[in-house]
């Protein structure tokens, strides 16, 4: 069944229930706000939905029963066609602009191959929660969680092979907006048209402010910024699911410490992260982890903070630094981390546990990644972050090979990465 004639059915359904409407219709509640919910509506949804008045309900449900029969036979695009349809109808329900985001953002983008295309509907995902969902629902920070954890896991995240593509392109709509990463806050207060494309942007100037001033200044062509950014709106809002929104805000912060340094050159699609330290020496001086969130999931999320910036800042030379976030570990609740570790040996427990049951040739693509920032950042003529990413190299590979490993074989990983630098990061 096409959408045409699943619009002619529906116009035979609102045939059938017009008299129940006409005498119904005129006292449901719902009636009043009927104008502005559908006037973007097809002809063929606004026809029936005016004319059911309080029985709109109804339609949404038959639409969703034929949305899930095409979702099932792999028919996302008129599921998404379906999808507009059923938000109008039903636009203060979060759980519809949620499926209906997931379904373009994730299911729609793993049948179609092109970058561009994928691009388009991941997009589109976004936009239909920070556009249409969020404004019809500022108060549900589901909706909050869910476009930052879109940010975090499908524009920035690592299971999607066109994520490259997709950070790329998010760098360029941002650098357009904000002219670079860091927001000119002056320049934006003397420019109002700056402030009105934030606006069509869906971000708020003060809230960008107070979370620069929390945890930053931050790079804003990051997606983990704008994870960061819709999790620290929705945490707080007077709700249970609020603690998703805090959990974010963290699981953002981790990643920011581990790549929120970030250099792009988009004449040459260049787009290479390394660490932020300062970021997480900032969060150390706040007092992270010094009171641990009673809520498990939160509590989770601040230890995986704790750990990664105890790595990065040893592996990057701060180990006094690296020595506070070890201890903030130590003293929280439930930790299993024995408070007689030292520094160093924490960091190869550490590293080995992640380094457990992976595949041989996994381990030594863990060491390979390293090495290959590494050589990146040397021809990026940045020697802290190279320098930085060769210690974090032999880190994991003592945490893999012990000390009796052979040096030939260390030196072919060293070519293996230089080989690999060269084509991720031509000369």
């Known amino acids: 069944?096409?959408?045409?004639?699943?619009?002619?059915?529906?116009?035979?359904?609102?045939?059938?229930?017009?008299?129940?409407?006409?005498?119904?219709?005129?006292h449901s509640p719902r009636v009043a706000t009927m104008s502005n919910l559908t006037s973007e509506a097809p002809p063929g949804v606004r026809f029936v939905s005016v004319a059911l008045g309080g029985f709109r309900g109804l339609l949404a449900d038959f639409l969703w029963v034929r949305?899930?029969?095409?979702?099932?036979?792999?028919?996302?695009?008129?599921?998404?066609?379906?999808?507009?349809?059923?938000?109008?109808?039903?636009?203060?329900?979060?759980?519809?602009?949620?499926?209906?985001?997931?379904?373009?953002?994730?299911?729609?983008?793993?049948?179609?191959?092109?970058?561009?295309d994928r691009w388009h509907w991941?997009?589109?995902?976004?936009?239909?929660?920070?556009?249409?969902?969020?404004?019809?629902?500022p108060s549900s920070p589901k909706l909050y969680w869910e476009l930052g954890w879109m940010f975090y896991d499908k524009v920035g995240g690592r299971w999607d092979e066109a994520t490259l593509y997709y950070r790329i392109a998010w760098a360029a709509e941002m650098t357009r907006l904000l002219g670079g990463g860091l927001a000119d806050y002056p320049q934006m207060?003397?420019?109002?048209?700056?402030?009105?494309?934030?606006?069509?942007?869906?971000?708020?100037?003060?809230?960008?402010?107070?979370?620069?001033?929390?945890?930053?200044?931050?790079?804003?062509?990051?997606?983990?910024?704008?994870?960061?950014?819709?999790?620290?709106?929705?945490?707080?809002?007077?709700?249970?699911?609020?603690?998703?929104?805090?959990?974010l805000v963290w699981m953002a912060l981790t990643e920011t410490v581990k790549g929120g340094a970030l250099v792009y050159v988009p004449e040459r699609q260049r787009y290479q992260c390394g660490p932020r330290l300062d970021v997480a020496i900032k969060m150390l001086r706040n007092g992270a982890g010094?009171?641990?969130?009673?809520?498990?999931?939160?509590?989770?999320?601040?230890?995986?903070?704790?750990?990664?910036?105890a790595i990065y800042l040893y592996a990057f030379q701060r180990p006094t630094e690296a020595g506070v976030a070890l201890q903030r570990l130590k003293n929280m609740k439930d930790s299993e981390v024995s408070a007689a570790?030292?520094?160093?040996?924490?960091?190869?427990?550490?590293?080995?546990?992640?380094?457990?049951?992976?595949?041989?040739?996994?381990?030594?693509?863990l060491v390979v990644d390293q090495l290959v920032r590494s050589d990146i950042w040397h021809r990026l003529e940045v020697p802290v972050f190279a320098d930085g990413y060769e210690r974090l190299a032999r880190l994991y590979w003592k945490a893999f090979a012990g000390a009796e490993a052979p040096d030939e074989v260390w030196q072919?990983?060293?070519?293996?990465?230089?080989?690999?630098?060269?084509?991720?990061?031509?000369?």
């Not at 790079?219 to 007077?238: C, I, K, N, Q, V």
């Not at 080995?352 to 992976?358: F, Q, T, V």
């Open 1 to 26: 069944m096409n959408l045409n004639r699943s619009t002619f059915m529906l116009m035979l359904l609102a045939g059938c229930l017009l008299v129940l409407a006409a005498v119904w219709g005129g």
């Open 67 to 116: 949305a899930a029969g095409l979702q099932e036979e792999g028919k996302f695009f008129e599921v998404a066609q379906l999808s507009d349809w059923i938000t109008r109808l039903e636009p203060r329900y979060p759980e519809i602009w949620v499926y209906h985001a997931w379904n373009m953002a994730y299911n729609i983008t793993a049948v179609v191959a092109d970058p561009a």
């Open 122 to 137: 991941v997009k589109n995902g976004v936009r239909l929660l920070r556009d249409e969902g969020i404004p019809s629902n």
């Open 189 to 247: 207060d003397r420019q109002g048209q700056a402030s009105r494309a934030l606006a069509a942007a869906g971000l708020n100037g003060d809230v960008m402010k107070a979370l620069d001033a929390a945890y930053g200044p931050l790079d804003w062509r990051l997606p983990e910024t704008h994870a960061m950014y819709w999790g620290f709106r929705g945490r707080t809002l007077s709700s249970r699911d609020a603690v998703w929104c805090d959990r």
């Open 290 to 309: 010094t009171k641990p969130p009673a809520d498990p999931l939160v509590a989770m999320v601040v230890s995986g903070f704790l750990r990664e910036a």
């Open 341 to 365: 570790l030292t520094l160093e040996t924490f960091i190869q427990k550490e590293l080995a546990g992640r380094m457990k049951g992976l595949d041989n040739s996994i381990q030594k693509r």
């Open 412 to 427: 072919a990983l060293q070519q293996n990465a230089r080989e690999r630098s060269l084509r991720e990061m031509p000369l």
